[in-house]
Antibody, heavy 118, light 106 residues
């Protein structure tokens, strides 16, 4: 059964770095791409970036200078790091797997709620 | 970046109605358009991918169409469980989501 689960701190101070982990089960990170998508409270969805099965990455141009996505295939984990956090980065952060076609996200984690506040 | 204009932003319809939701791209997106449904407190759910491909397990009352810059999600006969917010997502170039359509059941 395909599963993804995000984990990380619920609260981050302004200007600090956010670190999230997406732990997957039921598939291999060497075969599937994984995306990060976020959603501020009561607002729409924003695509953040993707790590390809090959290990390459692509980022939203608006976040590129602050964002890094990596993975440890042996541990079935994908990592998101974003620095210089501001209050507008408060959101639910989702990881999601590609179905097979690129950018067709068919399986999602439950989401991790992150609040940026002092 | 490609802008996705989704309409309407709010839609109220009755069970059994035929419902359409539209997404217009600021440039040709070559049918690289997916549709997602999201219910409150849940992750998005893939309904349709690459304009008109029904995701496995999704009821056949959902369908997608379009080309160029204009795309439509159609629910042929609205069911009570179809309430929620619907988002389009283009992945022709830098991926972007539409702003969402909140579907309420009358």
């Amino acid at each position: 059964q395909v599963q993804l689960k995000e984990s990380g701190p619920g609260l981050v101070q302004p200007s600090q770095t956010l670190s999230l982990t997406c732990t997957v089960a039921g598939f291999s990170l060497t075969s599937y791409n994984v995306h990060w998508v976020r959603q501020p409270p009561g607002k729409g969805l924003e695509w953040m970036g993707v790590i390809w099965n090959t290990g390459g990455t692509r980022y939203n141009s608006a976040l590129k200078s602050r964002l890094s996505i990596s993975k440890d295939t042996s541990k079935s984990q994908v990592f998101l790091k974003m620095n210089s956090l501001q209050t507008e980065d408060t959101a639910t952060y989702y990881c999601a797997r590609d179905q097979g076609y690129p950018y067709v996200m068919d399986a999602w984690g439950q989401g991790a709620s992150v609040t940026v506040s002092s | 970046d490609i802008q996705m204009t989704q309409s309407p932003s709010l839609l109220s319809a009755s069970v059994g109605d035929r419902v359409t939701i539209n997404c217009k791209a600021s440039q040709n997106i070559n049918k690289y358009l997916n549709w997602y449904q999201q219910k409150l407190g849940e992750a998005p759910k893939l309904l349709i991918y690459n304009t008109n491909n029904l995701q496995t397990g999704i009821p056949s009352r959902f369908s997608g169409s379009g080309s160029g810059t204009d795309y439509t999600l159609t629910i042929s006969s609205l069911q009570p469980e179809d309430f929620g917010t619907y988002f389009c997502f283009q992945h022709n170039s830098w991926p972007t989501f539409g702003s969402g359509t909140k579907l309420e059941i009358k």
